[in-house]
């Protein structure tokens, strides 16, 4: 029988400061100005250096009609620039917007759109004729140099940050943050983790700069820690990523989940130069990686969870607190309540969704006041509905128990499947389209009726409209969708055709790599010209697809699953050692 007491659970209450994040980094910069804070493009940055450039970028930025209230949108490569970009924008008082420039055209066109910036800050050349107002920073020192003049004003009051998130109308929505809700974050990091009088820390940024949870590290960059932008061609490949976080004795990790995995199956933790702590979020932790940290020797693992909407992380748990997986207890300043679909209490112990109150919470959404009433309640205080289905047990934890809805984070990006739908609807010879989560390790698969066109071509149009972690595994072409009592697309119902069975003759070495694709993406067969990411693999999945084959014998890195990316390219690379005497597989599909 469940305990009747309600599920309410509530953060340490700190007082907050009327302060912004760029007022904590000047602060640092002013008690130590030759302490490196940022280590990107292979330079050493001291505070007084970094902030002197921030500075004078802010009075460019100023010039061209950043003012507080205004919105930057900074469309930066991964470097120092990208860096100085949001510390230039608060020094400026404006709202930083983030946006990936490797994204497709069209959905940068719509975040444009729909954000109305007063300055588009780039290093990109290609992103010059794609906005009214642009200012590109690609030869910097140049044109930086001598701007120097008095610090623009700003103000506490007004949003920090705007980030862009997958919208179920087809439409990305813009989550808009303020200094207030920042500022306690970097409390919470402060006071729970910054290790007191042990110096500071090297901290791994590792994120992508597009995620919320990139402040994170940069809340550790303005406590006086010492930041490591880690690039690119490092991120990608974990093996990599290991090597660069030894070289640099980085002390502090973050990841999802997925991208911490395989970090330690490169070897994240052996040996004696070890990070101390290792930070993830952005995903569910399954057991197996909860209990490995658990029990890993002098390093501290903690899980964070929180919605966008709520700055980045709203909750937190060591893992050497409980044995089985929690989202933990809430950050300062911060109330956790589980409810019923009336919002009121449920009992302690069972499911409801997630209600978050308190200093964490964003402003709302930007130009959508009904979605803002409809997410950001008001019962006795402001609260979001997180749509996250959980439980509050009696020692306190949070349990997280799936989304209320069918929105789900795909390698640490929240998606929400109607989006997709609603590129595919609108895609020429397309009648009707479903689109559902499917695998242990989640991905988007299409259903999809056409009236002209293949899906293949489908495939390629959605790949130059979608960035690609909307991208879909696979898309199956349909006689007809399954339909319900109501008319309605029976999504339960969805399936693959049945297919008539033919037979695929692979080599010795093609079925070695056949059999290392299907096991790692989880999938019943593939044929020589099967396509690796056509197939559902990304980045990480494709360097564990590496050291699969190299167990097997066969020398091959992550830059050979990503030029030969099909099973026949790649059986090129197996040796005749471990090709074996017989001269042939036979398969069925």
């Given at each position: ?7 309410l ?7 907050l ?9 000047e ?22 250096e ?8 802010a ?10 209230g ?16 949001v ?27 729909d ?34 003049g ?23 929505k ?21 290790p ?35 690039p690119?061609s ?7 990523y ?9 002390s ?13 199956d490169?070897?994240?933790?052996d ?94 959404y ?27 047990m ?12 069918d ?21 020429p ?18 259903y ?5 066109g ?17 991208l ?23 399936a ?15 079925e ?32 564990a ?5 190299r167990?097997?014998?066969?020398p091959c ?33």
């Amino acid at each position: 029988m469940s305990d009747p007491a309600p599920s309410l659970v509530h953060g340490t209450r700190r007082r907050l400061p009327h302060v912004t994040w760029c007022d904590l980094f000047e602060y640092r910069a002013r008690r130590t100005p030759d302490r490196v804070c940022l280590v990107a493009d292979e330079v050493a940055w001291t505070f007084r250096e970094l902030d002197r450039w921030g500075d004078r970028l802010a009075q460019v930025l100023g010039d061209a009609g950043a003012v507080p209230g205004t919105v930057v949108a900074c469309a930066m490569t991964r470097s120092v620039r990208a860096v100085l970009g949001v510390l230039a924008t608060a020094k400026a008082g404006a709202a930083h917007l983030p946006i990936d420039p490797a994204q497709p055209a069209a959905r940068v066109d719509a975040i444009l759109t729909d954000a109305c910036p007063a300055v588009v800050l780039t290093d990109v050349a290609s992103l010059a004729a794609r906005a009214d107002v642009l200012l590109s920073v690609e030869d910097w020192r140049k044109e930086l140099a001598g701007r120097d003049g008095p610090r623009l004003p700003r103000t506490a009051k007004g949003p920090a940050y705007l980030i862009y998130t997958s919208g179920s109308t087809g439409q990305p929505k813009g989550v808009l943050v303020g200094h207030r809700s920042l500022v306690n974050l970097y409390g919470e990091l402060a006071g729970r983790f910054f290790p007191a009088g042990h110096g500071p820390q090297r901290v791994a940024h590792g994120l992508p700069l597009v995620f919320d949870a990139s402040w994170n590290p940069l809340s550790w960059l303005a406590g006086g820690h010492e930041l490591h932008l880690v690039p690119d061609s490092v991120r990608a490949d974990p093996g990599s990523y290991v090597d660069f976080v030894r070289e640099h004795r980085l002390s502090v990790v973050e990841a999802v989940p997925a991208q911490m995995s395989a970090l330690l199956d490169a070897g994240l933790l052996d040996g004696p130069a070890r990070p101390r702590l290792l930070l993830m979020g952005g995903e569910a932790i399954g057991q197996d990686l909860w209990s490995h940290l658990r029990g890993a020797a002098e390093v501290t693992a903690v899980n964070l969870y929180g919605p966008t909407e709520c700055t980045v992380f709203t909750t937190s748990c060591g893992l050497g607190e409980r044995a089985t997986p929690s989202i933990g207890r809430p950050i300062g300043n911060t109330t956790a309540q589980v409810v019923d679909e009336d919002l009121r209490p449920v009992p302690i112990g069972e499911p409801g969704e997630l209600l978050i109150s308190g200093s964490c919470l964003a402003l709302g959404y930007l130009g959508r006041p009904g979605l803002t009433a409809d997410r950001f309640v008001t019962t006795g205080e402001r609260g979001y509905r997180t749509g996250d289905r959980c439980r509050l047990m009696a020692d306190g934890h949070l349990e997280w128990l799936g989304r209320l809805d069918d929105q789900v984070k795909i390698r640490g990006h929240r998606v929400e499947p109607g989006e997709v739908e609603q590129a595919l609807l609108a895609s020429p010879g397309v009648r009707q389209a479903a689109v559902r989560v499917e695998g242990a390790e989640p991905r988007l698969v299409a259903y999809v009726v056409l009236d002209t066109g293949t899906a293949a071509r489908l495939r390629e149009r959605l790949r130059a409209l979608l960035p690609a972690y909307l991208l879909p595994s696979a898309v199956i072409p349909l006689d007809a969708m399954p339909l319900g009592p109501t008319g309605k697309i029976d999504r339960a119902a969805l399936a693959p055709p049945v297919t008539v069975r033919r037979t695929v003759v692979l080599t010795s070495p093609q079925e070695l790599v056949a059999s290392a694709f299907r096991v790692q993406l989880e999938i019943p067969a593939v044929d020589a010209d099967s396509d690796f990411f056509d197939l559902g693999g990304h980045s990480l999945s494709a360097a564990a697809l590496a050291v699969r084959l190299r167990t097997l014998g066969v020398p091959c890195s992550l830059r050979d699953v990503l030029l030969r990316r099909t099973v026949a390219r790649l059986a090129e690379l197996v040796p005749t050692t471990t090709k074996g005497a017989t001269p042939s597989w036979t398969t069925t599909t």
